[in-house]
């Protein structure tokens, strides 16, 4: 089991919050092996997003996460 993961979820100002969109509970998680991979991923996830409308706000929010073995 992958043990290393970054929460994803979005801000309150987020536009993608609406519900119609992504809604206001949404989150996802991503998962990798080792710590410096998820590192390498979470610099990458961190630059600004292309958003997909104008006036869109995706605004997301990395939080660092670990399972117990």
Do not use: C
């Amino acid at each position: 089991m992958k043990r290393y993961g970054i929460r994803v979820t979005l801000s309150d100002e987020s536009t993608m919050r609406a519900p119609h969109l992504l809604g206001p509970d949404w989150e996802t998680f991503r998962w990798y092996d080792t710590e410096v991979a998820r590192e390498r991923a979470l610099a990458d996830m961190a630059r600004e997003l292309r958003n997909y409308r104008r006036g869109d706000r995706l605004d997301q929010v990395l939080e660092r996460v670990e399972r117990e073995d």
